[in-house]
T-cell receptor
Framework: GAVVSQHPSWVICKSGTSVKIECRSL??????MFWYRQFPKQSLMLMAT?????????EQGVEKDKFLINHASLTLSTLTVTSAHPEDSSFYIC?????????????FGPGTRLTVT | AQKVTQAQTEISVVEKEDVTLDCVYE???????LFWYKQPPSGELVFLIR??????QNEISGRYSWNFQKSTSSFNFTITASQVVDSAVYFC???????????FGPGTRLSVLP
């Protein structure tokens, strides 16, 4: 149980285009989902927290107009990188918290590797 | 604010050696949880352990063991008889005050050589 999927697992896009990444909780309902970014050889850094049906909360330094997050249902959150640039190339990981689980319990997706050329 | 330090950036050992990965944390909470995750080259985070601050007993799971010392705010991870498949980046993590954001340490890259 407690499986989180991400799609796509990797994507290459051209500079200036937008790309959407999906995060799904497959066997539980997630009121809260988190988006992390990980640059090569670095740790995971939280980008934003999304709650179902409300606006996402972005961490300091993360451009909300560039990284659009939508959490329209209890099992799906999407991250859209708009007007992508090479510096947005990174590994994006989502996690989800089971609405029936403990606050500290997060289940991580397998990640999406984004390369912007 | 929560903080996690993993002083060892990279460690290399030869197969069958024991290796200990250090984790030191800072928190103002009186009760908290600590986690260890493994990130193999594929990138997917693999959950290893969750420890409640109430429980200071050491834990062993196969070749893995964890030493939790509340007095020194450390939660160290030991792999006994390391194997090549243990090669990965290991992260220690601490949820924030509201159990929301995971604060990850910088990670320790472990290379186990045959």
């Amino acid at each position: 149980g407690a499986v989180v999927s991400q799609h796509p697992s990797w994507v290459i896009c051209k500079s200036g285009t937008s790309v959407k990444i999906e995060c799904r909780s497959l066997d539980f309902q997630a009121t809260t989902m988190f988006w992390y970014r990980q640059f090569p050889k670095q740790s995971l850094m939280l980008m934003a927290t999304s709650n179902e049906g409300s606006k996402a909360t972005y961490e300091q330094g993360v451009e909300k107009d560039k990284f659009l997050i939508n959490h329209a249902s209890l099992t799906l959150s999407t991250l859209t990188v708009t007007s992508a640039h090479p510096e947005d190339s990174s590994f994006y990981i989502c996690s989800a918290r089971d609405r029936a689980g403990a606050l500290y319990e997060q289940y991580f997706g397998p990640g999406t590797r984004l390369t912007v050329t | 604010a929560q903080k996690v330090t993993q002083a060892q950036t990279e460690i290399s050992v030869v197969e069958k050696e024991d290796v200990t990965l250090d984790c030191v944390y800072e928190t103002r909470d009186t009760t908290y949880y600590l986690f260890w995750y493994k990130q193999p080259p594929s990138g997917e985070l693999v959950f290893l352990i969750r420890r409640n601050s109430f429980d200071e007993q050491n834990e062993i799971s196969g070749r893995y063991s964890w030493n939790f010392q509340k007095s020194t705010s450390s939660f160290n991870f030991t792999i006994t008889a390391s194997q090549v498949v243990d090669s990965a980046v290991y992260f220690c993590a601490l949820p924030d005050n509201y159990g929301q954001n995971f604060v990850f340490g910088p990670g320790t890259r472990l290379s186990v050589l045959p």
